[in-house]
């Protein structure tokens, strides 16, 4: 951080220092570096940096603030499934469904979009999307097992007589 104050701010070492709080296990002060690297030339992983940074920080608004913004400027299937998982965390279903839509538009093969697509679905009281995304995801192997569980569970819900 001294060194930092008195030479001139480069990138890389904007980075480093960042990093380097990180792994001492000071997030927010990780955060504030990162921040600083966002307002240069901030690559996708500087904005998941920052915007992991704030989440072990326990500062979910400042990390939707940083990925929105990373979404805006490089919209990746990793910047979006974070954004996603957030709002899922915060209970906000719809947004995180529709974070999530985004996510397989740009990357039709994310399985583990599909899965949480269906979390939000059930989450929302829609059986027929949620039914739709967990078979989707079914077709992957690291999601089937928890994709056919939760078709099962669907399945159940659907056979239990109303009352």
Do not use: W
């Amino acid at each position: 951080e001294i060194y930092m104050s008195l030479t001139p701010p480069e990138l890389k070492k904007m980075r480093l220092l960042g990093d380097l709080y990180r792994m001492a296990r000071v997030p927010l002060k990780a955060a504030e570096q990162y921040e600083k690297v966002l307002g240069q030339a901030p690559s996708a992983s500087d904005y998941e940096k920052a915007a992991s940074a704030y989440i072990a920080a326990h500062r979910p608004e400042k990390a939707i603030d940083v990925l929105q913004a990373g979404t805006r400027h490089q919209a990746t299937s990793r910047l979006l499934m974070m954004l996603a998982g957030i709002y899922y965390e915060k209970g906000l279903f719809e947004k995180a469904y529709q974070v999530l839509d985004q996510c397989l538009r740009r990357d039709p093969q994310n399985a583990a979009a599909r899965l949480m697509m269906g979390y939000c679905a059930l989450q929302l009281d829609r059986l027929r999307d949620a039914e739709t995304a967990f078979a989707q995801a079914a077709r992957h192997p690291r999601q089937r097992a928890e994709a056919n569980r939760m078709l099962a569970e669907i399945k159940k819900f659907r056979t239990i007589p109303a009352q």
